[in-house]
């Protein structure tokens, strides 16, 4: 049997920029539902942060989730588990957006607590965020588990959080090595160490996420194997200038997107000006230019 894992959503993220939901459709439209039809698919697992904000939800990007996500999921089960971005408090998963919000959804299978279930003939482990309430309780049903694959929004040391940053605190891995597999939301960036893999999320969401591989993963629950399915788009693009002539540099792919001009040579501010306004002119989202060689920088 063969299921969809996806992970870190973020409905309504950048504070409901119609851009970003504009370019998460391109991938749902174009990659998601298009793919699980092709294979045949009927189960989603959402491994967390379905919705971006903990404190309250967007009218309309509630409307947006609703309309473009799971108005077209109603004949698929979705298992979905509480992220610390779904989760009100910090220290409990009690109170949590995706069961206040999808109850009308018969087909979406809320779970707050480590739970196992079953999906086809596969023994899964369920595990949403763990907090100071959950953390004992967690621990020991993960210890007794006889279930061969995990699936959680897990926070673990030593793996990869950003191109840049490498988490120094947070469950030790080895409660998860017991399994097959483990697989994880939380961690937007793709990683592996072992049986345990960090899946990413769908999507560029922050300057961090240029040029790193986005998507969402097949999983056969028959040979436990995994297959990132990766979304070709993208929103964030770098040029480097380097007295580039404007009149055949194309600039037609980068149409609401967030660019950012790195200047490494300009011998010719005119020259320079009549670049930057054909990239204007070719309607981008968002223009940044860098000209004190400070190429790379966090903006999350």
Not at 111 to 139: A, C, F
Not at 184 to 212: A, K, T, V
Not at 267 to 276: A, G, P, R, S
């Amino acid at each position: 049997m063969k299921i969809a894992i996806i992970t870190d959503q973020h409905f309504g993220a950048r504070k409901n920029s119609k851009l970003f939901h504009d370019y998460f459709l391109k991938f749902y439209n174009d990659v998601f539902f298009p793919t699980l039809e092709q294979e045949g698919i009927t189960t989603i697992v959402d491994m967390g942060d379905t919705f971006d904000s903990r404190k309250g939800i967007d009218f309309s990007a509630l409307s947006w989730a609703k309309n473009n996500y799971y108005d077209k999921l109603k004949d698929y089960t979705i298992h979905t588990i509480v992220g610390n971005h779904t989760a009100y408090y910090k220290n409990t998963n009690e109170v949590n957006a995706i069961d206040l919000l999808l109850r009308e959804y018969d087909n979406v299978k809320i779970y707050s607590e480590t739970t196992s279930i079953m999906i086809g003939d596969l023994n899964v482990l369920l595990v949403p965020w763990i907090n100071s309430e959950n953390l004992e309780s967690s621990i020991g049903l993960i210890k007794k588990s006889k279930a061969s694959v995990c699936m959680g929004h897990l926070e673990l040391n030593g793996f990869v959080v950003t191109q840049q940053v490498i988490m120094d605190h947070g469950l030790d891995m080895k409660y998860f090595k017991k399994f097959k597999k483990t697989f994880s939301g939380h961690f937007h960036i793709r990683s592996s160490q072992g049986p345990i893999h960090y899946l990413g999320n769908p999507y560029e969401m922050f300057w961090n996420d240029c040029n790193d591989t986005r998507g969402f993963n097949l999983f056969d629950t028959t040979t436990l194997e995994h297959t990132p399915v990766n979304n070709p788009y993208t929103m964030f693009h770098k040029i480097f200038y380097e007295d580039t002539n404007h009149q055949t540099f194309d600039t037609r792919k980068y149409e609401n997107k967030i660019v950012k001009v790195i200047v490494r040579k300009k011998t010719d501010q005119v020259l320079f000006e009549k670049f930057v306004d054909k990239l204007y002119a070719t309607n981008i989202a968002e223009l940044k230019i860098v000209e004190n060689f400070q190429f790379e920088e966090s903006e999350e």
